[in-house]
């Protein structure tokens, strides 16, 4: 059809007619009247449609009023089509009232933006456009824009039909126009909406796109509403294209209104269409100002009309609306965006100049084209994709929630500015690479750079998409299996399904290369992750970085029963003459998927960070991602300042263990510092060199150094948590101390002299044998220090040969040890026998003795030397039926030391036990052979061989023997354990050799309560003590005296003994050999001494026969003569049983010799002759009583035996004679 009203001209005499009164005078329409194409309603004075009153004109045509007076459309009046032309000298428009040419425009299909037609099943048309672009079906495009920005008067399209099922599209909206001399008052509505799409059986058509309204008035007045909203789509089967805004234009001089200005695009469940054009320009303004507002939905877009310039004012752009320079327009706006409360956006593809210093607000930018005269730009929760030109821009601030992202920016092209500021929730950025480098972020700074807290440059997933790039991880099609990591700065973590991780590349010193992306499951499209992008900044100030700039890879995905694995890391190149601020620099690897077995992690990627002054405490990390099979492997942090020759490279994997890092094959490569840590894993391949000329950093946790090249260190290293694996040749490094650390040494060292073992470390030799010695200076192993060498399996490729031209120092808890280190189970010339028994075990392994039988099988032989030990000890024999192993033997230890060895801590080379599985048990490893050449020997520490247990589960495996020890020093002041015992087990294993034989001999025997020393006789390894005749021999106490460990019974423990018979005493050497000694107590034979002498009485022979008298002096008693009494040195008793204090002074006394022989000696107590009363007087009672006992008076008193003064035995006159005498005397 054809739109009469765009064409038609005002005609001479039309049918309209007043309802009441006259167009030159007040004109009042009442009825609804049906205007033709083309009328027109002219006159000198006024025109009231009142309620109920109606012009109206069909689809597609129109008519015209030109009032002298005034036009008031009073509420439930209206106009409903196409106004060509309304003048007037004010118009008003009640609340209720209306002009309105809603679906007046083309019909379905119809018009310059008429949407597509569909006949797919269950699809609809695309909507129609006009001031924007129309939406699209699910299988039609939307109609495109056409139509005056500035003097709209073309009428909105009809949607897009469905041909099948006849389902229109929606007409368009027609056009009004006004031009008001006066006021113009809108509390009602202008309305040009299109209409909705129908629907009819299978199909739906688009919304018709809303028409056009052009308003010039003088003033402005009223709350109502103009609108030139697009239909909507039918939302039937799988709906339509909406319709598209139309245009709105209002010219003013004065502006009093608080109207709703529209050009909404209509409802679609497929794409809602694209707002149309509101512009608005006052008369004191330049150009006017141009609002592009979607309702806060998502649509199609506002295109500008192609070849078109469009200059403005101001420009809004608010609730969703997009507008678009196509390329070969321009756009120009004068004082900016004006600030939106909702999110916009705006595509250049042609030229856009703006202020020199704007500010954009809920603003998206995407900038294809070229914009000029931009200098100073501030976002504030606004978005700019940047892949044009902004020659002008110097001046850069990135508020909150904004982000500025450059499209085309390669490491070869940057963009230079002068100042960049990035606030918290800010973020600048580069566009994402897919298979390939072609989008970066490289700038260059000439002022300062501040990125504050919580803002951030960022990379994150910009690098190479999923299995591309030159370290893609690898790809797998397992059933629930996943894809390797991706490698950069370190090798991916592989996947569950042994896909291998990708692998290293880029460079150290000058990143520049994109984060590969994760290997995937080819059956299930499980994605990996993407690689982290390329940021490299140029800052000639100051660079306060208190916010982020982050390169990370992402998380793999998955899909079906398949993970991908991790992106790596990108690139961070920073090159700033001042680094201030605490935040932070990031380039980790991204996780591995973590469905079903998982996919590796991504590696880190690659930091370089030079400059001539820094203030920061900013962090680094090039982690790799997190996997449940392997996390990835650290990146690279290298930072140099201005001053330093070479740079420092920092390895750390955040303390997990993962893939390793890898030095770029052929490189060589030279750094003033290296820091290992938290498990970073550092390779130097073969064909590369390493040169540290600083020193390894203190490290808070352990990492690891893998050399199979060349690595040269400065002369005196320490090495803190870290673990060095050398397979190839260190140079110039003269002394080195490990600290918590581990070396494993499998290579050569051209200088090494001076080695201490710390605390918590160990040295481990890995290529030296009993024929390949390597020669050192001195060796200090501090306590919890362990040297060792490698384990060997089923012959000898390892042993510790170590020569020392200096001294061995070896402190209490450190140690040289090859425990477990010799021959594997069933291995060896003494391994244990095997057997196949239920619930019986192997026998234990032999070397410097038998092993013990186990409850099944032998136990192995002897073999190896006693004074130059070098094999190693076997392995224990073992259950073929329940695979249970025996104990692995000990390994070799050859130590010759020039100087000193000072051993206060142990070596060691024991057998280890024998294990259980099912129903056997395994026998234990034999002792392995220590053999030491030392000039000085001193210390107080151990040296031990033993052999291992057998298994105890069921019946018992049997013990390894020991092993054998060999030691020779010129000067040996040390005071060592050494045991070279056998393993307990079914059967104990034997002893083994220590050379020379420890002493276990007896040295002292004492009893101190008999003063017995024992006389000892080491041929016939007997003690024999002597005790006097008659001695206890119960409960005696020996001090004993040994050169073994230990005696028994102990010295101080109580004994009792036989007269001559030997007790055994064991004396244990401190290699548990034992020697017997047998100690007797011999009493001395019993004298035949029983002669009685004393000071206090005489003894001789005489009296009346011959006999031997004894006379006791006066004043003696009885008592005080048997305590006086003794019988030579030596007698065993006297009969005293007789002796009483006399009447008679003759007394006998029989005394006995030890040997059983007697003397019988007649005793005269108290012989003061004539004291019969013993008084110790001879007086006139003396007298009387002698006088009367002769006549055998009964005496006044007692008469004792000296009355007897003849000593006749009889008391008679001789004696009172006597007496008498006496007393006259």
């Known amino acids: 059809m054809v739109f009469l009203a765009c064409t038609a001209s005002p005609g001479a005499s039309f049918a309209f007619t007043c309802d009441s009164g006259d167009l030159n005078g007040t004109c009042v329409i009442s009825s609804t009247q049906l205007m033709t194409n083309g009328e027109v309603i002219s006159g000198t004075g006024g025109l009231i449609i009142a309620d109920g009153g109606s012009l109206r004109t069909n689809a597609g045509e129109s008519f015209y009023i030109h009032m002298d007076g005034d036009v008031t459309i009073e509420s439930g009046g209206s106009i409903e089509g196409n106004l060509s032309s309304l003048t007037a000298a004010n118009l008003t428009i009640e609340s209720g009232g209306s002009i309105s040419a809603n679906g007046k425009g083309f019909a379905s299909g119809q018009g310059e933006g008429a949407g597509s037609m569909t006949d797919g099943w269950r699809s609809g048309g695309g909507g129609a456009g006009h001031g924007g672009n129309g939406g699209q079906g699910p299988s039609a495009a939307g109609g495109s824009v056409y139509g005056s920005l500035k003097t709209p008067e073309t009428p909105g399209s009809g949607g897009g039909f469905h041909t099948a099922s006849a389902s229109e599209g929606g007409p368009g909206g027609g056009v009004i126009k006004l031009a008001v001399g006066g006021i113009l008052t809108v509390d009602g509505v202008i309305t040009c909406n299109g209409g909705n799409g129908l629907s009819m059986s299978s199909g739906s058509g688009g919304g018709g796109s809303g028409g056009s309204i052009w308003i010039d008035a003088n003033t402005l007045e009223g709350a109502g509403s103009i609108t030139a909203n697009g239909g909507a789509g039918s939302d039937v089967y799988y709906g339509a294209g909406g319709g598209a805004g139309g245009r709105i234009a209002v010219y003013y001089n004065t502006d009093n209104s608080t109207t709703v200005m529209q050009a909404f695009g209509g409802w679609s469940e497929v794409q809602y269409g694209g707002a149309g054009t509101v512009f608005t320009k006052a008369a004191s303004a330049l150009y006017g100002d141009l609002i592009i507002d979607n309702n806060g939905v998502s649509g199609a877009d506002t295109s500008q009309v192609l070849t078109t310039t469009v200059t403005l004012d101001s420009m809004v752009l608010s609730n969703n609306g997009y507008y678009i320079v196509p390329a070969g327009c321009e756009l120009n706006i004068l004082s900016g965006f004006v600030n939106s409360t909702t999110n916009a956006s705006i595509t250049n593809h042609g030229t856009l100049s703006l202020p020199g210093t704007s500010t954009f607000t809920n603003i998206t930018l995407y900038n294809n ?95 190479l998409a999923s299995a591309q790039g030159d370290g893609a991880g690898s790809m797998t099609a397992d059933f ?102 605490e935040g932070s620099i990031s380039a980790n690897g991204g996780p591995g998927s973590d469905a079903y077995y998982g996919g590796g992690g991504g590696s880190g990627g690659r930091i370089a960070v030079y400059y001539t002054h820094d203030t920061s405490s900013v962090s680094m990390q090039a982690y790799g991602g997190w996997s449940e099979v392997q996390y990835g492997g650290a990146g690279t942090v290298f930072t140099k300042a201005a001053s330093a020759l070479y740079g420092d490279l920092t390895i750390d994997n955040n303390g997990v263990s993962g893939a390793d890092t890898n030095q770029v094959l052929t490189s060589t490569l030279t750094l003033d510092n290296f820091t290992l840590r938290n498990n970073g894993y550092y390779v130097a391949p073969e064909s590369t060199a390493l040169c540290i000329e600083g020193v390894f950093i203190n490290c808070n946790s352990s990492g690891v150094l893998t050399n199979n090249g060349a690595v040269t260190l400065t002369t005196s290293t320490v090495l803190t948590n870290v673990t060095f694996i050398n397979n190839g040749t260190i140079a110039n490094l003269a002394s080195l101390e490990l600290a918590s650390s581990s070396f494993y040494s499998n290579g050569t060292f051209e200088d090494l002299t001076d080695l201490t073992i710390g605390a918590n470390s160990t040295f481990e030799f890995q290529n030296l044998t009993p024929d390949t010695p390597i020669t050192m200076t001195n060796l200090t192993i501090l306590d919890t220090g362990l040297l060792t060498h490698n384990a060997n399996t089923n012959t000898l490729d390892h042993s510790l040969n170590l020569h020392l031209t200096g001294n061995l120092d070896i402190r209490s808890g450190g140690g040289i040890s090859a425990d477990a280190k010799g021959l594997e189970s069933g291995q060896g010339g003494g391994t244990g026998n095997t057997t196949d028994g239920f619930r019986v075990g192997g026998g234990g392994a032999g070397h410097g003795g038998t092993g013990g039988d186990g409850s099944g099988t032998a136990g192995g032989s002897i073999y190896g030397s006693l004074t130059t030990p070098e094999t190693p000890g076997s392995g224990g024999g073992y259950n073929t039926f329940y695979a249970s192993a025996g104990g692995v033997g000990g390994g070799v230890i050859k130590l010759t030391v020039e100087g000193i060895l000072t051993l206060d801590g142990a070596i060691t080379c024991n057998g280890t036990v024998g294990l259980s599985m099912g129903s056997g048990d395994g026998g234990g490893g034999s002792g392995g052979s220590i053999w030491i050449d030392a000039n000085t020997l001193e210390g107080a520490g151990s040296i031990t061989a033993n052999g291992g247990p057998g298994s105890t589960a069921y019946n018992g495996g049997g013990g390894g023997a020991g092993g054998r020890i060999a030691i020779e020093a010129v000067i040996d002041t040390s005071d060592l354990t050494k045991l070279a015992i056998g393993g307990a087990g079914y059967q104990n294993g034997e002893i083994g050799t220590i050379y020379p034989i420890p002493p276990k001999s007896i040295t002292s025997f004492i009893i101190e309560s008999l003063s017995a020393i024992g006389e000892i006789d080491e041929d016939a390894k007997s003690v024999t003590l002597t005790a006097p005749y008659g001695t206890s021999l119960i409960g005696l106490t020996p001090t004993i005296a040994v050169t073994g460990v230990s005696v028994s019974p102990a010295s101080g423990a109580a004994q009792d003994f036989t007269d001559g018979v030997p007790i055994t005493y064991t004396v244990t050497a401190y290699d548990t050999s034992t020697q017997d000694y047998g100690v007797t107590i011999n009493l001395d034979p019993p004298s ?85 009363n013993h008084d110790g007087l001879v007086a006139m009672e003396d007298l009387i009583l002698a006088i009367q006992a002769t006549a055998g008076l009964e005496t006044a008193a007692p008469v004792y035996g000296n009355a007897d003064v003849n000593g006749d035995g009889v008391l008679g006159l001789t004696d009172s004679l006597y007496i008498m005498r006496e007393v006259l005397q």
């Open 480 to 581: 629930r299996a996943g894809g390797g990591g991706a490698g950069h700065g370190g090798t991916g973590g592989k996947g569950s399904s042994n896909a291998a991780g990708g692998c290293e590349y880029g460079s150290l010193m000058a990143p520049e290369t994109p984060g590969s992306g994760g290997g995937y499951n080819t059956s299930y499209a499980s994605a990996g992750g993407t690689g982290g992008g390329v940021i490299k900044l140029v800052v000639d100030g100051i660079f306060i970085l208190d916010g982020a700039i982050t390169c990370n890879g992402t998380v793999g995905l998955s899909m079906g029963s398949g993970a991908g694995g991790g992106g790596s890391g990108g690139s961070i190149w920073i090159d700033a003459n001042t680094l201030d601020g």
């Open 369 to 463: 084209g070229s914009i000029n005269d931009l200098a100073n730009l501030t976002l504030s929760s606004s978005n700019i994709y940047q892949n044009g030109a902004m020659g002008d821009l110097t001046d850069l601030i990135i508020g909150a929630d904004s982000t500025f992202e450059f499209q085309n920016l390669t490491p070869g092209k940057s963009i230079t500015m002068t100042n960049v500021t990035i606030l918290d929730a800010g973020v600048l950025t580069h566009e994402a690479n897919s298979g390939a480098l072609d989008n970066s972020l490289n700038l260059h700074v000439t002022g300062n750079l501040d990125l504050q807290s919580g803002g951030a440059i960022s990379a994150d997933a910009k690098g």
């Open 1088 to 1172: 035949s001494n029983n002669t009685i002498t004393s000071a206090v009485y005489t003894v001789s022979t005489g009296g009346t026969a011959i006999e031997t008298i004894v006379n006791v002096p006066f004043g003696i008693s009885l008592a005080d003569f048997l305590a006086a009494l003794t019988a030579g040195d030596e007698y065993q008793s006297w009969n005293s049983s007789d002796l009483t204090d006399p009447v008679v002074s003759r007394q006998e006394l029989i005394v006995t010799a030890q040997d059983g022989t007697s003397v019988t000696y007649v005793v005269y107590i108290n012989l003061t002759p004539g004291d019969v």
